[in-house]
Every structure is written in structure tokens, then in C-alpha cells.
């Protein structure tokens, strides 16, 4: 026995590893000398033919330890381990349940025979951490699968199921499910004094690929758009080459070291990494014990049957749980049936769900004109017009029709949640359920916890979005609450910079080039110029577009002119609406603006406003803030968010360009930076 490893040798000479570290058993220093120390007591011990290694809790081994690459490696290492056990002359069989992931399944791969239960799933995800698999997953997997298909796993890095994994070659064996302990040790029986198979030593899959670079280029060209500002695929790519190429498996090996080593110090990587465990941090609320009770949310009532309670709608059809969606007018109500339904079937047709699956989710909606057939609904979310005296009257109404204890959720994207929730006598149960659309794809929610919101409520909220695949994120109440408010101030600087004489395209590019997917103007094009909700004070530019009937890409172009096919283009129109709007407000041309500089103007007041966001306790932790803008505006990953990259380029330079902007930094950010510290270390 060590602390989190046990060591039994079962009839027939069959030596158990058994590695029990909660939550994941992750591959860290701990758990690596419980291997370390139960293969070498097996390799040395005669009566010992065969050894298992199987994990107890729910998972196999999920990965190394993502934390540790921070720190010099500790011995043994990864790689002195996986060495370690490469060299036990006894065949050994590695039994995976939960999910072998990363150098989970690296250290399968070497073992001789990999053998699963069905409900089991496999893969390496390590591109999502900035990495590639650096425990020779690069070289094995392509030797059991083929170059192509080893690029399509570890470039999308989701995890395949067990039987597809068998289909695959990646694991030989399927055991019973709850019986796979038995099932490996007679599998173990069974290969004793067998020649035991190398996946090192294959060469039958990867040398069809030999001498043909052709297959990475048109990857890479193939994916160019959704590669743009990753690191770690173009590694990935040259690793897998690597494979096809250079016969010797150790000379592959050591290539594979080398591009994993430049990714690990990469800020990409950092950032990744870093995101990995923001992600994870936002469900932690210091006053609200994981251990708070929750309640159980088994029907919703969604009301207003618009393009937003659509996709919310679709969020808990997702999730198996039944829907009643109330609209105000049959026509509406209608309309909004028709697109989720055309929306399911569309998933069906591009083979993303079954026609099974689309009936199973259509049957959990009943559709109603009153909001009595809420009466015994657990959650009602309300995602009706965003003015604040329509959403009270709903809220008063609900107050009558909804059970005692029913939670009632707002959507609002920016009232006061408190004003709603005063038009109830329940304001313990009311809460924010904040979604981006399209609601049914965006991971963001924005959990909105107002004055009285009870602790109970926010546990559940919290809870019922992870149920759906979200990540929650906690905020308290404030205009914009924290995605919105802190983007915001990007749309704002955009406005400005336009109207000293930049082209939307200069800027659209720049931000593009940064990393996000749109440039805001292009955003406010596809979204729409007239949304309700700028409450501009001054003339704008938005301002004047609309009156020009220009409402962005649904009706006569935007800032950009559109083509037939879609394509923008500049618009002489929108440049004359500039200049006249920037005339009449006597904004002067601000002369030559480097790309670095558009960026520093646009995204540093976005870290400005998160400090003020930190600092008046809207959002927990900064940590929670870059996860609202990766998740909410596609803010991108391989930054960090706006904090992290802030604390990146440091706070002190930060400060500085907001100066030279005429922006007031927040109290906050100036003391973080005078102190030399950082918002997210
Ligand atoms: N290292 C360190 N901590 C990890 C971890 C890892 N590889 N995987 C999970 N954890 C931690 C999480 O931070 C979380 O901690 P918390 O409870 O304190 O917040 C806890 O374990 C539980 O994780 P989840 O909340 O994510 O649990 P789920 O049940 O939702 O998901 C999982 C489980 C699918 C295993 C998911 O945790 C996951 O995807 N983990 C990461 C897998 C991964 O990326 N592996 C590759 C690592 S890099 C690598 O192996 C390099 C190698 O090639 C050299």
C-alpha cells in the first residue's frame, strides 16, 4: 500500500495496481510514485506474471496534473515513469473507466493491452490547455489510427467513446460494466508468456503517410480560420509528422519533446492553463458552501416566445427537462414552435442528433397562452421585452400564479433585478438567469444575485446551469452586469475612434488580428443596429445609421455595405454619416493609430471596467470576469481575458494608456499596479 495506491496479487500471478486519488486521479507527483512504487514491486516479484492497473473513484487516470506544469518537475516524472514501465518484461494491461485523458491515456497506450468499459471515453485534450500530448501520445496514437485521424483527435481533443475507441484500435478489449476489475485480470490471464505487443513497434499505420507533406499543409489550410492565434496546433501537426517521418521512436520522441517544451513556455499556453481552472472556480462562492441544499428543478415555464426564450427553451430541452413555453399571442407562439423545431431538424440533418433525439426533446414542450399553466412550474424564466415596467407586471403576475417556492428568473441583460424583484412578495426566490444568444449555444450564464436573492436560490441557479452544460457565472446586480458592462466600454472606444476619422475596417481588423472573431462593428452589424438598450445621450453614429434605415446586415448594411453573397464591404454611405456626425460634434481626426494602439484604446478601458467591477464586488474574482468575456464576447482564450492580459502586459502600462486616453482608471487598478501586483495571481 502507499498513501493513494493498493498492491494485491490475485490467482494466477496477476499483480493489481489500484490508484485511488480523488477527484481525477491526476497523473500528479502522488500518484506517479504509487505507480512508480507498484510496478516496480511487481517487475521484481517472480510470483508476479502479468500486472493490471486499473483506478478506483470515477475516473481513470483524467490527465497529468495540470497544475504542477508551473513547478520543475518532480521525479519521478512523467516520462521517467512511462520508461519505467516500457522496460517491465510482463505483459500489463491497463483498465479504464470514466474518462483516460491526456497522460491517462499515454500511459494506456504504453501499457500492452487497454481494455474499457462502454460507458468509458477516451482522448487527448491537451490542445484546449495550449499543450500537445507530451507523453508520446503524438507518436503512439498515429501508430494505431493513421496520421489523419490521430490530427482530427487531438486537434479537437473531445474524447471518443469506449466502442468507438474499440472500433478505432485504441483500446482491444470491451469489459463488462461494474465488472471490469475481473474482467482485466482474466484478460491479464489469458496474454501471460504471449509475445506482448508494442505500440512503438508498429509502423503499418503511419507508413502509408511517409513522404507526404501534402496531408499537414492542406490541414493547416483546411483549418487556418479556426487555428488563427493557437500555438499548439501547428505543434501538434509537426508532432504527428514527426510520427509518419522519422522511423526511429525515440528520435520521435524527442521531437515530440521538443515542440511539447516551446508550447509549454508559450503565454498561449499559460493562458489556457490558467483558464482551465477559471473555468472551474467560478462555481465557488465564499458565502455559499458547496454543501448549501438545492432545489430540484424538474418542469420550467420559459415566457416570450421571441428568438431569446427560444434558445433558453432549447437549453433545458437539451437537458431532458420539460418546458412550458407561454407566449402572449397564438401567432407568436407559433412562430417561436416552429423555429426550435426547425432548428432540431436541422441538427438532425447535419447528423448532430437523432430523428429520435429531436422527438424525444419536441415532446417535453407543451405550449400555453396563460400564465396559469405555470402554476406548477419549479423555475419560470421570463425573457419577455427588456423594459422594466413590462418585466414587473410579468413578475406581479407570476407572483399570483407560480407555487409557493417556485424560483422566478429574469433574463434581463441590464435592469435593475432588485426593481423586478420587488414586484413580487418573494424576493428571496427571484433571480437573474442571464443568457448570450443563441442561448442553446453560448456556454455563458450570468447568475444574478440580487439584494434578497436567498442562498438557496443562487446554490440552485448555480447548479441547474451547470445541469445544462453552462458555466455560471455570478453577478451582482448592476447595469450591464459583468460581460456586457466591461464589453460595453469596447463598443464605446470603437465609437470614438470611428469618429476621429478611423475606418470601421481599421479597427474591425485590428481587434480581429488580436484574436476575436468580429471587430465590434462588424458585431453591431449582425446584431443589429437598433437593439434596444444604448440609451445614447449624444448623437452617434448608430444613432444616425438607423435613422438612415440602416439597421446593420438585416436591412441596408450597417457600418459596412453587403454584397449578394453576404461579403462586407465599405460603405460610402456609412463614411459620409461619420463625418457629419463627427462635424456636428466637433471631434477632430486623431491622425495615424497603430494597430496596437486601437487595441490598447479599445480593450484597456474594458480592464478598466473590471476593475471597477471587482472593485464594487459585482463579480467575485477577476478570474470570474475573463471567463464572462471568453465565454459571453468570445473574448480569446489564448489570452487569458481581459484581466489575465492585463496582468500580462502589466497593470503599470495599463494605467499609463488609459491616461493618454482621458480615461480614469479605477481606485483599484492604480493600487494593484502601484503595488506591483497583478489581478489574477
Ligand atoms: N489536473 C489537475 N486538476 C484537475 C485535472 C487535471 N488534469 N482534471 C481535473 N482537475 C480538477 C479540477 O480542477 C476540479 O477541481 P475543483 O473541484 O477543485 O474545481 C476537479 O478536478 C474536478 O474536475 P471537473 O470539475 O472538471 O470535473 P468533471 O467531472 O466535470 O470533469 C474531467 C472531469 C472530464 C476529467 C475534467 O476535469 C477534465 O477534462 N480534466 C482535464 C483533462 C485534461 O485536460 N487532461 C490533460 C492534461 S495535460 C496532459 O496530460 C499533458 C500530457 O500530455 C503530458
Known sequence: MSEVGTYTVEDGGIGVVAIDHPPVNALGIVTRRAIDAGCRKFADDDAVKAIVLICGGRTFIAGADIAEFDHPPIAPTIHQLFDLIEAIDKPIVAAIHGTALGAGLELALICNYRIAVPSARVGLPEVSLGLLPGAGGTQRLPRIVGVERALELMISGA?????KALELGIIDVLAEEGGLREDAVALARTVIGKPAPRVRDRQDMVAPARGHPEIYADFLQKNARAFRGFKAPGNIVKAVEAAAEIEDFDAGMAREAELFAELLASPESAAQRYYFFAERETAKIPDIPRSTPTVAIDT????????????????????????????????????GLAVIREKYQN????????????????????????????????????????????????FARLDAVARPGAILASNTSFLDLDAIASATGRPDRVVGLHFFPPANVMRLVEVVRGARTSAEVVATAMALAKK????????????????????????????????????????????????????????MDLVGLDVPGRGDTERTVAGDLVKADRLGQK?????????????????PVAARIIADVARARGIAAAGQVSSEQIVARLLYPVVNEGAKVLEEHV???????????????NWPVF???????????GLRKVVDGLAAQDIEPAKLLVDTAARGAAFTR
Not at 311 to 319: E, H, K, R
Not at 481 to 509: S, W
Not at 619 to 633: F, N, P, W
Open 347 to 394: 441538427s438532425a440533418q447535419k447528423g448532430r442528433m437523432t430523428p429520435a433525439q429531436v422527438d424525444r426533446r419536441l415532446a417535453l414542450i407543451t405550449p400555453a397562452l396563460d400564465l396559469a399553466a405555470l402554476a406548477e412550474a419549479d423555475l419560470i424564466v421570463e425573457a419577455v421585452v427588456e423594459e422594466e415596467s413590462a418585466k414587473k407586471e410579468v
Open 639 to 649: 489570452t487569458g481575458g481581459p484581466m489575465f492580459w492585463a496582468d500580462m502586459i
Open 555 to 571: 436591412r441596408n448594411g450597417g457600418y459596412y455595405d453587403y454584397d449578394d453573397q453576404g461579403a462586407a464591404m465599405p460603405s
Open 468 to 523: 445544462l452544460g453552462k458555466v455560471p457565472v455570478l453577478s451582482r446586480v448592476c447595469a450591464g452586469f459583468i460581460a456586457n458592462r466591461i464589453m460595453g466600454e469596447r463598443g464605446r472606444q470603437a465609437d470614438r475612434l470611428v469618429l476621429q476619422g478611423l475606418t470601421p475596417h481599421e479597427i474591425d481588423r485590428a481587434i480581429q488580428d488580436f484574436g476575436f472573431a468580429m471587430g465590434p462593428f462588424q458585431m
Open 300 to 335: 420550467v415555464g420559459v415566457i416570450g416566445g421571441g428568438a431569446m426564450s427560444g434558445g433558453i427553451a432549447m437549453s433545458f430541452l437539451d437537458a431532458g427537462i420539460a418546458v412550458t413555453l407561454v407566449e402572449a399571442s397564438r401567432e407568436a407562439l407559433d412562430r
Open 159 to 163: 474524447p471518443v467513446p469506449a466502442t
Open 619 to 633: 463579480a467575485i474574482r477577476a478570474s470570474d470576469i475573463d471567463v464572462a468575456a471568453i465565454l459571453g464576447y
